[in-house]
T-cell receptor, first 108, second 112 residues
Framework: RKEVEQDPGPFNVPEGATVAFNCTYS??????FFWYRQDCRKEPKLLMS???SGNEDGRFTAQLNRASQYISLLIRDSKLSDSATYLC?????????FGTGTRLQVFP | EADIYQTPRYLVIGTGKKITLECSQT?????MYWYQQDPGMELHLIHY???????EKGDLSSESTVSRIRTEHFPLTLESARPSHTSQYLC???????????FGPGTRLTVL
């Protein structure tokens, strides 16, 4: 079993849709959680950190459920520019553990 | 502006050549990392460093080596390149006390 598991997608959604990505992790000792965005053939970029109380940044909302070891990312009012792969990331022992990513394709 | 630089951005080289991929940062971060990523696949950690003269191997076995003589630089060397080394190599940094990592633009390596 992978330490971080994500649905690989692709998620194909129309502009304006709301889309949710889920992620589960196996290490109950993980302390920090992040969502990264990676465009095709580019480097990953930090989208947002995920806090226990949940947090929001514009159209993006991240939630953490420690009991279920589950992280989510909600994107509201999807834009064409949101098309990318979204990586769920958790802390392991001295390093970050990256999920394989969920691909999002927003169409007009 | 603080940033992370990787050179070269693209490299096509023949089998058996020695190559060094450069990574430098102006962010003043102590922690630096090298990842390998094939197209559409997950990131694999191959080396990391927590400061000058500190280097560790990552999760993915790699024939490459690294050095950390200066805080700003973390070069990766392949003594004898092979076609199986063809991949994208991404360098990342993180500040002390912080876990979030920031990535350079990557080096896309092709070994013929």
């Amino acid at each position: 079993r992978k330490e971080v598991e994500q649905d690989p997608g692709p998620f194909n959604v129309p502009e304006g849709a709301t889309v949710a990505f889920n992620c589960t992790y196996s290490n109950s000792a993980s302390q920090s959680f992040f969502w990264y965005r990676q465009d095709c053939r580019k480097e990953p970029k930090l989208l947002m950190s995920v806090y226990s109380s949940g947090n929001e940044d514009g159209r993006f909302t991240a939630q953490l459920n420690r009991a279920s070891q589950y992280i989510s990312l909600l994107i509201r009012d999807s834009k064409l520019s949101d098309s990318a792969t979204y990586l769920c990331v958790v802390t392991g022992t001295d390093k970050l553990i990256f999920g394989t990513g969920t691909r999002l394709q927003v169409f007009p | 502006e603080a940033d992370i630089y990787q050179t070269p951005r693209y490299l096509v080289i023949g089998t058996g050549k020695k190559i060094t991929l450069e990574c430098s940062q102006t962010m003043g971060h102590d922690k630096m990392y090298w990842y390998q990523q094939d197209p559409g696949m997950e990131l694999h950690l191959i080396h990391y460093s927590y400061g000058v003269n500190s280097t560790e191997k990552g999760d993915l076995s790699s024939e490459s080596t690294v050095s950390r003589i200066r805080t700003e630089h973390f070069p990766l060397t392949l003594e004898s390149a092979r076609p199986s080394h063809t991949s994208q190599y991404l360098c990342a940094t993180a500040g002390t006390g912080h876990n979030e990592q920031f990535f350079g633009p990557g080096t896309r390596l092709t070994v013929l």
